[in-house]
């Protein structure tokens, strides 16, 4: 594919770089393909010089997302900088309070605090206001949505009416974990489910990244390690997710993927543990899932039915001992999921471990929220 716009590489330097490659399952009802119009809606990108805002663009590239104008808003300090998006130059805005009139439906990635501040805003201009943060994520009345899982949450909701709204996209982990795990919850019903994550830099932003690459220059040159972003040596090791620890000994991190699969499964009664870990991978998360079904499910039928699901791939070789890593579905759509087997810890066929990897920036993050967006028109 052609080069889509301009950004900021890990080295630092503005360089014109190519779409990332996607494998987006055919199967999926909710790919749009179309292109700038005059019909489509206006849209604006808050947060756009980030690593979601930049990945952003690039999915609104590649599914030919449907606009007659765009905003690139960032902060006070980006303002003024010159973007490249599908053949036109954009000049960032500041973003502030008058960013939203006339814009139909608003992607943030700018972080919580200014989610708070701006996103009323915007729907009481009659935007719709799609918010990568956790700002709002358990808010009663927000709708918190995976497309490919309960797109029903926002029914009603749609864009250019003159009526805004916000709709929350679920946290990077919540959402590549659920991509697996709900198709067998259709089926068998999960009464228990155990995660441990293995979550990449890019979830800490593009500073982590960049930091984590540098670490590894430095450790490989013998030289002292950088430590900013995490205030510890990333490269060549891992710890307990950065997020703050609370009262219960779970951090930030783990209860969102509690809360969050209870409200998007709309079920109080679910019972979810996780234990985050950050390790130092650059874009795609990897996760363990330990399932436990009211009903009985077996490993065959489990395979068939996720062969089966919009938005994932099951690379599950025992014979060539080939499962998903993060590397390969970095840049990807789908989520992988592998290590399909029974729970050998449970009577019976009411039990499953499955390994599931995906990239944290573009399932995680961007490609949810645009996913959304497709809804709304």
């Known amino acids: 594919m052609a080069a889509a716009f301009a950004k900021t590489s890990m080295f630092g330097a503005a360089v014109r770089i190519p779409s990332p490659t996607t494998t987006t399952n055919s199967r999926s009802p909710f790919r749009v393909r179309m292109a700038l119009q005059d019909s489509g809606p206006s849209i604006a990108v808050v947060g756009v010089t980030g690593a979601v805002g930049q990945e952003f663009l690039s999915v609104l590239h590649d599914r030919d997302f449907p606009y007659r104008s765009i905003k690139m808003l960032a902060s006070k300090r980006s303002a003024g900088q010159s973007l490249s998006f599908q053949g036109r130059s954009y000049t960032i ?23 708070k501040k701006f996103g009323p805003l915007a729907v009481e201009k009659g935007t719709v206001v799609v918010d990568n943060s956790s700002a709002f994520r358990m808010e009663e009345g927000v709708p918190l949505v995976v497309p490919e899982v309960n797109p029903e949450a926002m029914e009603g909701i749609k864009a250019g009416k003159g009526k805004g709204a916000l709709i929350a996209n679920p946290n990077c982990s919540t959402i590549i974990c659920l991509m697996a795990a709900t198709p067998l919850h259709r089926h068998a019903k999960v009464k ?45 090791n891992l710890f307990s997710h950065n997020s703050a620890v609370l009262p219960n000994g779970y951090n930030e991190e783990e209860m969102k993927l509690v809360k969050e699969t209870r409200k998007i499964w709309n079920n109080k009664d679910v019972k979810v543990t996780a234990t985050c870990i950050r390790v130092p991978v650059m874009r795609a998360h990897a996760e363990s ?80 929220a645009v996913q959304i967006a497709e809804l709304l028109l």
């Open 93 to 115: 805005e500041e973003l502030t309070a008058d960013s939203f009139d006339g814009v139909d439906i608003a992607l943030f990635s700018a972080g919580g605090s200014i989610s």
């Open 192 to 236: 228990r489910m155990v995660v441990s994550t293995y979550q990449a830099a890019s979830g800490a932003g593009a500073a982590a990244m960049r930091e984590l690459e540098q670490q590894t220059h430095e450790v490989l040159a013998g030289k002292p390690v950088t430590c900013e972003i995490f205030n510890r040596q990333y490269a060549f």
């Open 289 to 368: 899932v330990n399932l436990e079904f009211e009903n009985p499910l077996d490993e065959y039928t489990a395979r068939d039915i996720l062969k089966k699901a919009p938005g994932v791939v099951v690379i599950d070789d025992r014979a060539a001992n080939n499962f998903p890593t993060p590397l390969e579905v970095s840049n990807k759509d789908d989520v992988a999921i592998g290590r399909i087997r029974r729970d050998v810890s449970q009577e019976g066929n009411y039990g499953l471990d499955i390994f599931v990897c995906g990239d944290q920036i573009r399932k995680g993050a961007a490609l949810n």
